[in-house]
């Protein structure tokens, strides 16, 4: 059974940072893509960043230069570097991975980011 577990999120005061997880576990296939996505309170679930199996990254203009995204893929895990938080980042943290021939979505359970003003 594919289980993703995320851990890292909290409360935490505008310009301050936090460092989320997020591992992989009964995934056989090789796992293409890892990524975030967030979901604010009354929004629609948005990219936050990727990346590939060799390391190629992609960014929402938001977060850009605040955020970095990384992997180790030995331990089928992604995690994502979050630098001056602003208010706006405030949003529950979904871990995306796609894996398998066929890219095959997979979701955690999501890790809430409250950043206070």
């Known amino acids: 059974q594919v289980q993703l577990v995320e851990s890292g999120g909290g409360l935490v005061q505008a310009g301050g940072s936090l460092r989320l997880s997020c591992a992989a576990s009964?995934?056989?296939?090789?796992?293409?893509?890892m990524g975030w996505y967030r979901q604010a309170p009354g929004k629609q679930r948005e990219l936050v960043a990727t990346?590939?199996?060799?390391?190629?990254?992609n960014y929402a203009g938001s977060v850009k230069g605040r955020f970095t995204i990384s992997r180790d893929n030995a331990k089928n895990t992604v995690y994502l570097q979050m630098n001056n938080l602003k208010p706006e980042d405030t949003a529950v943290y979904y871990c995306?991975?796609?894996?398998?021939?066929?890219?095959?979505?997979?979701w955690g359970q999501g890790t809430q980011v409250t950043v206070s003003s």
């Open positions: 995306n991975t796609l894996y398998g021939p066929f890219g095959i979505s997979s």
């Open positions: 990346i590939t199996s060799g390391g190629s990254t």
């Open positions: 009964g995934i056989i296939f090789s796992i293409n893509v």
